[in-house]
Nanobody
Framework: QVQLVESGGDLVQPGGSLRLSCAAS????????INWFRQAPGNQRDFVAR???????TYSDSVKGRFTISRDNAKNTVYLQMTDLRPEDTAVYYC?????????WGQGTQVTVSS
């Protein structure tokens, strides 16, 4: 059973930074790409970033240039470094992996950007 556990969410002022972590277990971490999504109240869950097994990355337009996704295969962990945070970044952030056609999600971590 794939397990994903997010952490690092917090209340931060506009312009601030946070680093989210996603610890993965119970699957061969190195052979999968990993995604970050986010969901604000009343909204659908939106794609934020992806990191491939090669280390290549892709981002949504709304976070490009401000967020950086990375992975540490030795620790089975994916990170999302977020800078220049804006109130519209407020959401629950989830990491995601697709294995054998099944979507797996963590429990999410809350990020609130407010003064």
């Amino acid at each position: 059973q794939v397990q994903l556990v997010e952490s690092g969410g917090d209340l931060v002022q506009p312009g601030g930074s946070l680093r989210l972590s996603c610890a993965a277990s119970e699957f061969p971490f190195t052979v999968y790409y990993i995604n970050w999504f986010r969901q604000a109240p009343g909204n659908q869950r939106d794609f934020v970033a992806r990191i491939f097994t090669t280390g290549g990355t892709t981002y949504s337009d709304s976070v490009k240039g401000r967020f950086t996704i990375s992975r540490d295969n030795a620790k089975n962990t994916v990170y999302l470094q977020m800078t220049d945070l804006r109130p519209e970044d407020t959401a629950v952030y989830y990491c995601n992996v697709v294995s054998a056609g099944v979507n797996y999600w963590g429990q999410g971590t809350q990020v609130t950007v407010s003064s």
